[in-house]
């Protein structure tokens, strides 16, 4: 894949083939890192409400998480049990949150930014599942983020009105050799 092109979320295509923007548009947003999360709720593009979650879940001198790392050893020291407890805790918070978001506004669909090795902690919510990680409503963000806080919905804000473009190696490669193929005189196109 070359490029791609992420649209504006708060925009949609019309019957003319035009981006016009999107009448009645609600998302909920969702920022995972490995101690600190941010769920919030948008409408029309705009940030209406959120929580950020901190919880003790890294190894402070390894710096990896204690669920990462309870596959290889360190399940019995109480530091550890802690950890994977606040886990749990954490994430049960997080989809709390978003039961809340589900339940009070109609919710076209979910923006998350989550490191892959989380997504079973999010999703295997036993008692009432909120999503599925293959559903059609569940959008993965292709922006990078820092750390989930308020600052980073705030740049998400203004970055999900704009378009975003994503271009591979082999992109800038083809993009370089139309530019050298193309005549003096059309040089003013591009």
């Known amino acids: 894949m070359a490029l791609?092109?992420?649209?504006?979320?708060t925009?949609?295509?019309?019957?003319?083939?035009?981006?016009?923007?999107?009448?009645?548009?609600?998302?909920?947003?969702?920022?995972?890192?490995?101690?600190?999360?941010?769920a919030?709720?948008?409408?029309?593009?705009?940030?209406?409400?959120?929580?950020?979650?901190?919880?003790?879940m890294v190894r402070?001198?390894?710096?990896?998480?204690?669920?990462?790392?309870?596959?290889?050893?360190?399940?019995?020291r109480?530091?550890?049990?802690?950890?994977?407890v606040e886990t749990s805790h954490f994430f049960k918070e997080i989809h709390q949150r978003l039961q809340i978001y589900n339940s009070q506004y109609p919710l076209n669909f979910w923006g998350l930014g989550c490191a892959k090795t989380m997504w079973p902690l999010l999703f295997d919510q036993r008692e009432t599942?909120?999503?599925?990680?293959?559903?059609l409503r569940?959008?993965?963000?292709?922006?990078p983020f820092k750390k989930a806080s308020f600052e980073e919905f705030q740049i998400l804000e203004y970055r999900l009105k704009q378009f975003h473009l994503?271009?591979?190696?082999?992109?800038?490669?083809?993009?370089?050799?139309?530019?050298?193929?193309?005549?003096?005189?059309e040089e003013g196109f591009w």
């Open 40 to 56: 919030g709720y948008f409408h029309q593009g705009k940030l209406l409400d959120h929580k950020v979650f901190r919880a003790y």
């Open 78 to 84: 109480a530091a550890s049990r802690i950890r994977l």
């Open 166 to 185: 994503l271009i591979s190696s082999s992109g800038h490669e083809l993009i370089h050799s139309i530019l050298d193929e193309t005549p003096e005189d």
């Open 60 to 76: 402070q001198k390894q710096g990896k998480s204690q669920f990462k790392y309870l596959k290889t050893n360190g399940k019995s």
């Open 129 to 135: 599942p909120l999503l599925e990680s293959k559903t």
């Open 4 to 9: 791609q092109v992420y649209l504006p979320w």
């Open 138 to 143: 569940l959008i993965e963000l292709p922006y």
């Open 11 to 38: 925009s949609t295509w019309s019957a003319t083939g035009l981006l016009e923007p999107a009448e009645d548009i609600h998302f909920c947003l969702t920022l995972i890192r490995a101690g600190q999360a941010a």
